[in-house]
């Protein structure tokens, strides 16, 4: 089952504009993290926001983080050609911090320069 | 280098086919996972291990058997092959909670 569901599924805009994309989940959480995936590689972790949290900033990203609203967003300013990758959400629910992540479905993000 | 790898990186077999993905590690992580990726699912865990000799199912185990001798390597086998079992598959070792360092990826196509 899908913890995370991420909005929108693609997303294309020019070098310099900012991008945003969400990600809703179903269950209380431990933590959120956000992933990069460049084509034909592996994830690469870009941001850790605890449940207790609400902000967290990294260069030019922001994550927010809504428990309430069991939901999240990751913004990127200014973006850059070198942003287009597939961005991945990751809760991790576990009862004994084992640390299984779930993940979204992830939304694919196009910079044109 | 420090980092984690996988072998091979693309793998064509056929169907009941006994298959082993292979991952390497060089930091000795105590946790290390197998991922599989499929288009409409993300990613999807199929076997976790806490350190050698430890281990667990995740989401989608069937089909699939895990071993951990050692700390730096963790073999994903798909005893019988089946079309169902092509994907891309990802090991993953975490440093720290909770954050995971990804392997670049086995490519894996079964006729």
């Known amino acids: 089952s899908q913890q995370g569901e991420e909005d929108p599924q693609a997303l294309s805009i020019q070098e310099g504009e900012n991008a945003t994309m969400n990600c809703s989940y179903k269950?209380?959480?431990?933590?959120l993290q956000w992933y990069r995936q460049n084509s034909g590689r592996g994830l690469v972790h870009l941001i850790l926001i605890r449940s207790n949290e609400r902000e967290k900033h990294s260069g030019r990203l922001r994550v927010t983080l809504d428990t309430s609203k069991k939901s999240s967003s990751l913004l990127i300013t200014a973006s850059r050609a070198a942003d287009t990758a597939s961005y991945f959400c990751a809760t991790d629910a576990s009862s004994s911090n084992t640390g299984k992540l779930i993940f979204g479905q992830g939304t694919t993000l196009q910079v044109k320069p | 280098d420090a980092g984690i790898t996988q072998s091979p990186r693309y793998k064509i077999t056929e169907t009941g086919r006994q298959v082993t993905l292979m991952c390497h590690q060089t930091w000795s992580h105590s946790y290390m996972f197998w991922y599989r990726q499929d288009l409409g699912h993300g990613l999807r865990l199929i076997y976790y291990?806490?350190?050698?000799?430890?281990?667990d199912k995740g989401e989608v185990p069937d089909g699939y058997v895990v071993s951990r001798s050692k700390t730096e390597n963790f073999p994903l086998t798909l005893e019988s092959a089946t079309r169902s079992q092509t994907s891309v598959y990802f090991c993953?070792?975490?440093?720290?909670?909770?954050?995971?360092?990804f392997g670049p990826g086995t490519r894996l196509t079964v006729l």
């Open positions: 993953a070792s975490r440093p720290e909670y909770p954050t995971q360092y």
């Open positions: 291990s806490a350190a050698a000799d430890i281990t």
């Open positions: 269950t209380s959480i431990n933590n």
